[in-house]
């Protein structure tokens, strides 16, 4: 007979794990496997930057932007877009315009056979609402996703088109990829090349996955 019970003095509740193997309680949490995740920037990176983008119709994925989440998918690492969106500070766009580029996106990726697991925005702009800590390079969001998707950041890959999409990946000790496009400052390419890696496209990230 398997199931919960309650072994001896401690109270503890064991039960018994995917093969049969008893598993203490405490130790539980050990079992609960951390995974790698993949964090993509959005605007410039997996979408093509149309600046404070409020219009669904406008959403136009990068080339290839399907087939690396595809490929986290296939990888079983979870695919986390994480984006500053200043344009909510600045009334330059809603949270329910933010939604429906937002729909749009996973409308697109979903058409390619393929997902993301979470998107998290920052709305603040510092001018407008202060300071914050999830306006990248601040850590808020990425913080929450390592809790929310059981994720271990070391493990973790960053990318995007700018140098404060990639530098939460010193900070957790993962790997960030910058991926420049025509409007990345050359000084943040220096800076990536310095301290992280730059990939020339999203095929050439794929090609910098590691490998499963
Ligand atoms: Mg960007
Ligand atoms: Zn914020």
């Given amino acids: 007979m398997t199931g919960p019970r309650v072994s001896g003095a401690t109270g503890r509740t064991d039960v018994s794990g995917p093969h049969g193997v008893l598993i203490s309680g405490e130790n539980r949490a050990s079992v609960r496997e951390l995974r790698p995740a993949v964090f993509l920037d959005r605007d410039g990176t997996l979408i093509v930057d149309k600046h404070y983008l409020r219009e669904p119709d406008e959403v136009q994925l990068m080339p290839d932007a399907a087939n690396l989440v595809r490929k986290l998918n296939y990888m079983l690492y979870p695919a986390i877009v994480v984006t500053n969106q200043s344009g909510i ?80 990946a010193l900070h957790f000790s993962g790997r960030g990829i910058l991926v420049p496009t025509a409007e990345t400052p050359p000084e943040e390419i220096e800076q990536a090349r310095a301290q992280c890696e730059v990939a ?3 095929l050439d990230v794929i090609h910098h996955l590691p490998g499963r």
Avoid at 106 to 126: K, M, T, V
Wanted: charged share 25%; aromatic share 8%; net charge negative.
């Fill in 89 to 168: 500070a600045q009334g330059l766009l809603t949270e329910a315009d933010y939604d429906a580029v937002r729909r749009r996106v996973d409308d697109l990726i979903s058409e390619r056979g393929a997902f993301i697991d979470q998107h998290y925005h920052c709305p603040h702009h510092p001018d407008f609402t202060g300071p914050c800590g999830c306006r990248k390079p601040g850590t808020v969001l990425y913080e929450r996703a390592v809790v929310e998707h059981a994720i271990n950041p070391a493990m973790s890959l960053w990318i995007g088109d700018r140098w404060r999409d990639i530098a939460p």
């Fill in 200 to 202: 020339e496209n999203l």
